[in-house]
C-alpha cells in the first residue's frame, strides 16, 4: 500500500510563494522507485499536470508554471516538495500529488489560494 499525505496549502497574495510538501508511506512506496507528479483542479476545472519529477530526478514542468515552480524530492524523508514562487491567482486550485509504479496513488489535495 502506498499513502500520501501533501500539505502546505494555504492563501496568499499574488506574487508570494508557498511550499507545499507530500510525505509518503506505505510498504509499496519508494521514493527512489517512483514517479512522482503535482497535479491541481480548480473549481469547474479537471485536473491538470503541474509538475514531475521521474525516478532518476528529470522533472517536467506545464508551461504555465515553468519558471516559477520547482519540483524536489528529500529521500532521506520520503518527501516531495513543491517550491511555488510568483504566484498568480490563476494559480488557485487543489493542489494533489500522485505517486506511480505499476499503480497510480493520490493524496487527499491542498488547497492553495492566490488572492488578488
Known amino acids: 500500500q502506498v499513502q500520501l499525505v501533501e500539505s502546505g496549502g494555504g492563501l496568499v497574495q499574488a506574487g508570494g510563494s508557498l511550499r507545499l510538501s507530500c510525505a509518503g508511506s506505505?510498504?509499496?512506496?519508494?521514493?527512489?522507485?517512483?514517479?512522482m507528479a503535482w497535479y491541481r483542479q480548480a473549481p469547474g476545472n479537471q485536473r491538470e499536470f503541474v509538475a514531475a519529477?521521474?525516478?532518476?530526478?528529470?522533472?517536467k514542468y506545464a508551461d504555465s508554471v515553468k519558471g516559477r515552480f520547482t519540483v524536489s524530492k528529500d529521500r532521506s524523508k520520503n518527501t516531495m516538495y513543491l517550491q511555488m514562487n510568483s504566484l498568480k491567482p490563476e494559480d488557485t486550485a487543489v493542489y494533489y500529488c500522485?505517486?506511480?509504479?505499476?499503480?497510480?496513488?493520490w493524496g487527499q489535495g491542498t488547497q492553495v489560494t492566490v488572492s488578488s
Open positions: 506505505g510498504r509499496a512506496f519508494s521514493i527512489l522507485a517512483m514517479s
Open positions: 500522485k505517486a506511480a509504479l505499476g499503480a497510480d496513488y
Open positions: 519529477i521521474y525516478a532518476g530526478g528529470t522533472t
